[in-house]
């Protein structure tokens, strides 16, 4: 009988395919850590220091492992006068840091392109906790990988909820993949009110451009571009319409050249050839660092974790195949001019790009405080000091902010006191601002901008706008 | 002055995922036992791969009796046909002897009269892609169709396939393919619709006859 007829045939199948099957149903979906969690916070800077080691080989690629976990993390509550913050520290193993190499000119959308289908799609909703935009989170499993090298098998990707729709109609994805940070990304998930990190994520930030091929699906035949302008997929020559649509075609913007209609493999042969003739660094590398702690670097990282009345924060990225390390004091909340910079190159080689060391422990112990005078600046009764007519002004914003400056390590320490205004008049804005020098002793003055140079030295807070002049009109979409 | 602590890193190994490995006889050492007339060969074969085969045995015949029964003929089926037969895959040779052994042992009870067994629900939803064809059942319509089976498997990616095969081959159900891949079980359904539906059209492009 027929049944019996199938399950014999099934005896013929090849060993190789029935030992993967089988390992399969070996190797289990890891559970989360249940950890307690936190709760919501009110404005948070996030601290997430991840520390490099391990001496491999180059080409030694070790197996890039997906995770996904609640992030265990020490909360600080940090409220002074009225400002209100919370530090949120977050400890995890970070064995490798994983990203894509691009070349300086093109952190591209297109440089990993993979087939992908979706393993899971997450059921609770996720927000950046930087931007607070909205997410969801996606498993995908990789069939096929159409540019790149060293891509995982599996990858967690968010997807803008404004673009969501129902995936699970589409047979298969192509997606230009970007990873979202390093390694153990935190989300926030507004459903459960906890933070969870997600080792290897990836978006495509091109998917408002996703008409230009950055996240496509399959339903038999390439169809659906999950792309606001969707009829643009519909067009015959519609590689044509999207160059001149984007203009003058820039790396930056990826239009893949395939036609609505084309099949998977038409797709993919026509990607392949299109990165081949547009080469932009493909390598998605395991970046280790040997030697991390050479004498030079070493220190650093002494200093930076012994320091007791500040702390440091971390930005990290990737310039031209190099790893950089950008750490920030900051005091009592309040920036500083004290940076550190520090460049590893995938050679395993770490250097020290700079080292701005203003401010000693004891320097750190006697800052004046800035937190009480924001608490009570009196914004009603502070007149923008530059601006000609202001009776014909509204004020459309004021911001105050503090940060602390110094010329140099020898040079007297202020806190300042920024504040700003976007003033309108007939819907044109102009800008206006104030600084007050707070001593170490308490003492107060008002200074000119033009004066600060020569006080506290260059400093990035210090931006020298022209006084009434109108930057930009109310709802012409620039930002500042 | 707010002392504000310094953060901390650790690592924490345990949270990878772990791959499954064991430290059991190597296949070749097994081999050699029962190629030696060596009764460890049973020993090593039931340490090693006792689980694998009861689940597959288990998943045909969902009675545990029935299935240690199929399990330990296994090991004598085996003690029996190697020599001369050497498998280059012992994991796979043995299971496919427990699956024989099984469905054998499911024809021949009242097993087939349950209904609602894994099997039952696997293969009647696969018996539709098949083509016409007599209800002979031969060893060589098998092999034809197994042939046929292995083409369409190898152009698959990887994970629709060990899916495809944990669900028809192995026969577990589709929840616990689910879990153990950390999927819904909707969406294995529907990859193992997808899938059928492909073999369907595989098999008439093919001019598949029986």
Not at chain 1, 304 to 318: C, P
Not at chain 2, 171 to 182: D, T, V
Request: negative net charge.
């Amino acid at each position: 009988m027929k049944k019996a007829l199938l399950f014999h045939a099934f005896d013929y199948v090849r060993d190789d395919f029935l030992e993967s099957a089988a390992g399969s149903m070996e190797v289990s979906v890891r559970e989360n850590i249940n950890l307690k969690q936190f709760g919501i916070i009110a404005a948070c800077l996030l601290l997430a220091i991840g520390i490099v080691f391990g001496a491999m080989a180059q080409n030694d690629t070790p197996e890039l492992i997906l995770e996904h976990r609640i992030l265990e993390k020490a909360e600080r509550p940090w409220s002074v006068g009225g400002w209100n913050a919370t530090f949120h520290d977050f400890t995890f193993g970070n064995i490798y840091e994983h990203f894509d190499c691009g070349s300086s000119i093109a952190l591209s959308r297109w440089t990993i392109t993979v087939e992908a289908d979706i393993a899971e799609i997450l059921p609770d909703a996720y927000t950046d906790p930087v931007s607070g935009m909205p997410y969801r989170i996606i498993r995908f499993y990789v069939n096929d990988v159409i540019a790149g090298e060293n891509v995982p098998t599996e990858f967690y990707f968010r997807l803008e909820e404004s673009l969501s729709c129902e995936l699970e109609q589409f047979d298969r994805f192509i997606i230009g993949i970007k990873q979202v940070g390093v390694e153990n990304y935190p989300m926030y998930n507004e459903t459960q009110g906890q933070f969870e990190g997600f080792s290897l994520l990836f978006e495509t930030s091109n998917l408002r451009g996703a008409e230009y091929g950055a996240f496509i699906a399959f339903d038999g035949e390439f169809d659906h571009g999950l792309a606001m302008t969707d009829a643009l997929w519909k067009l015959d020559g519609w590689y044509d319409a999207s160059t001149d649509y984007i203009g003058e075609f820039r790396h930056d913007y990826a239009v893949y050249p395939f036609e609505n209609g084309d099949s998977l493999n038409a797709v993919k042969s026509k990607i392949k050839k299109f990165v081949r003739e547009n080469p932009c660094g493909t390598n998605m590398r395991v970046y280790t660092v040997a030697d991390f702690h050479n004498e030079r670097t070493a220190s650093i990282f002494d200093y930076i974790n012994s320091v007791e009345n500040g702390i440091f924060t971390q930005k990290m990225y990737r310039f031209d195949g190099d790893l950089y390390l950008h750490y920030t004091l900051y005091i009592n909340g309040f920036e500083t001019p004290q940076n550190i910079e520090l460049v590893l190159n995938e050679h395993g080689n770490a250097k020290v790009g700079t080292n701005r060391k203003l401010f000693t422990d004891e320097d750190m112990a006697s800052v004046p405080e800035l937190a009480p005078i924001l608490e009570t600046l009196d914004f009603d009764a502070i007149t923008p000091p530059h601006t000609e007519n202001i009776e014909d002004f509204e004020v459309y914003s004021c911001h105050a902010s503090g940060f602390y400056a110094r010329k140099n390590k020898y040079s007297e320490m202020f806190g300042v006191i920024k504040i700003r205004w976007q003033l309108v008049e007939n819907n044109a804005v102009c800008y206006d601002d104030l600084y007050i020098l707070v001593s170490v002793d308490g003492t107060q003055q008002t200074v000119e901008r033009d004066q600060l140079p020569n006080i506290i030295g260059e400093n990035s807070n210090v931006v020298f706008r022209e006084y009434n002049k109108p930057y930009y009109t109310l709802n012409s979409g620039v930002d500042d | 002055m707010v002392r504000i602590p310094t953060f901390s890193v650790y690592i924490d190994e345990e949270s990878s995922r772990k791959v499954k490995g064991g430290s059991h006889m190597d296949d070749s050492k097994i081999i050699t036992l029962y190629r030696e007339r060596d009764e460890r060969a049973i020993t090593a074969s039931a340490e090693k791969y006792g689980a694998y085969c009861f689940a597959i045995a288990q998943n045909i015949l969902k009675n545990s009796e029935d299935s240690e029964e199929c399990v330990n003929d296994t090991w004598l089926k085996t003690w029996n046909v190697i020599p001369p037969q050497m498998p280059r895959c012992l994991r796979a040779f043995l299971g496919k002897i427990t699956r024989c052994l099984a469905f054998d042992k499911y024809r021949a009870t009242t097993c087939e009269k349950r209904g609602g067994t894994n099997i039952d629900e696997a293969l009647d939803t696969l018996i539709e892609v098949l083509p016409e064809t007599s209800d002979a059942e031969s060893e060589y319509e098998a092999k034809l169709l197994g042939e046929a089976l292995n083409r369409f498997l190898a152009e698959l990616p990887k994970r629709e396939r060990d899916i495809f095969l944990c669900r028809y081959y192995f026969l577990y159900s589709i929840s616990e393919i689910a879990k153990k891949h950390g999927m819904r079980e909707n969406y294995v359904r529907n990859l193992l619709s997808r899938t059928k539906k492909k073999l369907k059209t595989y098999l008439e492009k093919e001019d598949f006859v029986l």
